[in-house]
């Protein structure tokens, strides 16, 4: 599918602000509310758009730690991405998993409600996750920016 | 300190709902829960008036944009004080190639997500935009390849660790 002007307009103005009342972001783009809905429909369907999710607030929820966990893997073992990962996804406290190329091959993004739960989450569930080479932390301190926004 | 909400399995329910697709009416939402259309209304509407539902985000296939690069850095600052912090990140935020900023604890001061179009672009950016921010020392780039959202802690099955 091919991306116009008005598609990038569209995009560059709603990856900003989300959460923006469709009208509004009509208004910021130059089109009618009708032409927005077609467009994004549009986007949608030739999956440009891939989701439209609700965010969650985690420390409303009670946790109050997040750390981002960036692990080496033992690659003499040829599943072990495979094998980590699932595993990995069976620990509720994990709320991200991206792998990578580089010094670090899989980061995971872990909440705790606070120290003492955090530690129990790291020493029995995460220490116990398959082929760990190396694991680093990094504690999340605040967020400045955050944000799905393009350079379009 | 911010007050803690209380939620049931409806609420966690509706949670993993919305968090997959921020658009379901409460209509929708009731169809799959079993909850009348102004129940599951009201529920929603409480989420949101308590901030656990902080907003939308937009997905998209970023490579279909011309992105084709994804970046995580890891910065560590050469000197550290208050002044130096709130310079780089006033710089830093101000890039629109870096989506995310976070001030961490660890080997880094600060990860970074950085979006290119491809690895010539990213270098571009690296060298003109990054490596000139105040007060940077070193830098480690990782080229992220996949992504995964978990739901996070909001199965029935909650986690049995015990602080």
């Known amino acids: 599918m091919q991306i116009d002007d008005t598609d990038r307009r569209i995009l560059r103005h709603w990856l900003d602000e989300p959460g923006q009342d469709r009208a509004v972001l009509a208004d910021r783009a130059g089109v009618t509310p009708a032409t927005l809905w077609r467009r994004i429909e549009r986007m949608k369907g030739s999956g440009v758009i891939r989701a439209e999710g609700a965010v969650i607030d985690w420390r409303r929820l009670g946790y109050a730690v997040e750390v981002s966990l960036r692990f080496t893997l033992d690659k003499t073992e040829p599943r072990a991405f495979d094998q980590f990962i699932a595993a990995a996804r069976e620990v509720p406290e994990v709320i991200g998993i991206e792998t990578f190329l580089g010094r670090v091959d899989v980061r995971l993004n872990v909440i705790a409600r606070d120290m003492g739960h955090w530690t129990g989450v790291y020493r029995e569930r995460i220490l116990s996750l398959p082929h760990i080479a190396e694991v680093e932390a990094l504690m999340l301190v605040s967020t400045i920016k955050d944000s799905a926004g393009l350079p379009l | ?163």
Not at chain 2, 48 to 61: F, M, N, Y
Not at chain 2, 74 to 97: C, H, M, N, Y
Not at chain 2, 124 to 132: A, N
Not at chain 2, 155 to 161: I, L, T
């Open chain 2, 1 to 163: 300190m911010t007050a803690v909400v209380d939620l049931d399995d409806l609420d966690r329910a509706l949670l993993r709902a919305l968090a997959a697709d921020g658009t379901l009416s409460a209509g929708e939402l009731g169809r799959r829960f079993g909850l009348s259309q102004p129940a599951a209304w009201r529920r929603v509407r409480r989420l949101e008036e308590t901030g656990v539902l902080a907003g939308r985000r937009v997905e998209v296939d970023r490579e279909k944009l011309g992105f084709g690069v994804t970046v995580f850095l890891g910065v560590r600052l050469a000197t550290k004080g208050r002044v130096s912090l709130e310079d780089f990140e006033r710089a830093v935020q101000a890039i629109p190639e870096v989506q995310v900023v976070q001030h961490v604890l660890g080997l880094f001061d600060y990860r970074l997500r950085v979006v290119a179009r491809d690895l010539a672009d990213f270098e571009r950016v690296l060298r003109r935009r990054i490596m000139t921010l105040p007060g940077v020392g070193s830098v480690e780039a990782n080229v992220l390849l996949t992504e995964e959202r978990r739901p996070g802690p909001l199965g029935a099955a909650d986690s049995v660790v015990k602080g």
